[in-house]
């Protein structure tokens, strides 16, 4: 008799069963495949765009791509883990590349934010000239229309020789050939400072035709925008010279602002070295609207310490009377300080006082020769600073580490900016330090790196240096 066959050993059953146990894989597989899909889809309604960030390199990239590689990355935790490696090989690849050229590409806005008092000094003075021009216009108008109004009828015979002297039209006529030139005059003045604020904004425009950093156009633009630092710090500091020479050196005659700061610097020493207030207050009244506007004071410390040199000559009546002129709709606090100046008339210079001698002491110059450059600092949108130490500033932040502060020159890296020169040092020491995630070893005697290229070494004396000093020391 034969045995019946198993269930099992039935060729068809097998086949079926095969096929219905990779069918439910399949299913299973792609129901996996499908809940991630889902589960992304329900992710993207309803989380923000800055979450689902897959790198923190892919902030360059656009929503697009950080959507298609935070998908890429969800399909890769159901596949095997070659392909996981594969993404994430290429995710690293795709990263560098944003970030290489990410640091190549300008940021013209960063660069446009420091260049401000390059156009805004050459604005400052059109507007001024315009205001003269236009005041000059409507001083020399009413005289002459006052001229006008007086002139004669005219019967006057013309059958008879009348000596031209006599005839007041001459007098007129010659007023208003004077205006016309004055008028021509400051026209050109006008149209220069047009030209010249054209060709510095059309110098900046030049930094948005550039494509990279690597451009050799850009390096020739950058030597020369450092050369317009350098020029302006001359400038600033009293090297008056030295700024002209490099100017002629550099071509850099249009961006130049000599005159101005020359102007600026003697006003300063009229304040510091001759304690004479004529010449910043001659400035104050050209510049009266623009002070206002700004609400800075300067014209009445001037005027306060007018009346404090004539109550140090014992000149009380001129005194009083330069307040009565000079001092109108005065807030309450400018009354007070005011009351206090005008009490110096009957204390005499000698006076131990406190609160008189510093009125009637010598440090009161400086004070107002500092007040004056902040002032004008403020007019034409100056920094408080030079651009070039700002920028110093800034690089000396990024650079600055807990190991540029010790005392021991010894223990400086001799390929520190900082540690190395006495004068970043200097400027570093009220300036914040740079911030690192992590830290790195540095050769005290070479001042390189220790990485796997040139790993730390442990002497017998029990210092660490690293691999290519140690060969040295050894040997």
Request: charged content about 20%.
């Amino acid at each position: 008799m034969q045995k019946p066959k198993k269930f099992f050993e039935n060729g068809v059953i097998v086949v079926i069963f095969q096929t219905v146990a990779f069918s439910l894989l399949w299913f299973l597989y792609c129901f996996s495949i499908a809940s991630g899909l889902l589960f992304l889809y329900q992710l993207f309604l309803f989380v923000p765009t800055k979450y689902l960030k897959p790198s923190p390199l892919l902030k360059s990239h656009n929503s697009k791509t950080q959507q298609l590689f935070f998908i890429l990355y969800t399909l890769s935790l159901y596949n095997t883990p070659r392909i996981r490696f594969l993404f994430f090989v290429l995710l690293i690849q795709t990263d560098t590349y944003h970030l290489q050229k990410t640091m190549e590409k300008i940021n013209t806005e960063n660069s446009y934010s420091i260049e401000h008092p390059f156009l805004k000094i050459v604005v400052e003075k059109l507007k001024k000239a315009v205001r003269q021009s236009q005041k000059q216009i409507e001083k020399e108008m009413s005289q002459i229309q006052v001229a006008v109004d007086n002139l004669p009828e005219n019967n006057v015979d013309t059958s008879e020789d009348v000596q031209m002297d006599d005839v007041p039209e001459d007098n007129l006529i010659f007023k208003l050939k004077e205006l016309k030139t004055k008028l021509k005059d400051k026209k050109t003045e006008e149209r220069n400072l047009i030209l010249q604020l054209n060709h510095r904004a059309n110098h900046l425009k030049l930094l948005e035709s550039f494509q990279s950093t690597n451009d050799p156009e850009y390096s020739t633009w950058s030597s020369k925008r450092v050369d317009r630092f350098l020029m302006d710090y001359m400038m600033k500091t009293g090297y008056q010279t030295s700024a002209s020479n490099l100017a002629t050196h550099s071509d850099l005659e249009s961006f130049t602002d000599s005159q101005l700061f020359s102007q600026l610097i003697n006003i300063q020493n009229s304040l510091l070295v001759q304690n004479s207030c004529k010449e910043c207050l001659q400035w104050c009244s050209e510049n009266k609207a623009a002070l206002k506007r700004l609400k800075i004071g300067l014209e009445f410390e001037l005027r306060l310490q007018e009346v404090t040199e004539l109550a140090r000559q014992r000149k009380s009546s001129e005194a009083i009377a330069y307040s009565k002129k000079h001092f109108k709709q005065l807030t309450d606090i400018q009354k007070q300080r005011l009351n206090q100046t005008l009490a110096l008339l009957v204390i005499m210079p000698t006076t131990d006082c406190r609160r008189y001698k510093s009125l009637y002491s010598s440090e009161r110059w400086p004070i107002l020769a500092d007040q004056f450059k902040t002032a004008a600092y403020q007019l034409y949108g100056f920094p408080s600073q030079p651009i070039l130490s700002v920028l110093l500033q800034t690089g000396i932040s990024a650079l600055k580490t807990y190991s540029c502060t010790r005392s021991d020159p010894e223990d400086f890296n001799k390929n520190c900016p900082i540690c190395s020169s006495n004068t970043l040092h200097n400027m570093s020491k009220n300036l914040p330090f740079s911030y690192h995630t992590n830290s790195s070893l540095v050769c005290r005697i070479s001042g390189q790196k220790m990485n796997e290229n040139n790993p730390p070494m442990r002497l017998p004396n029990g210092y660490v240096y690293s691999y290519s000093v140690s060969i040295v020391h050894i040997s």
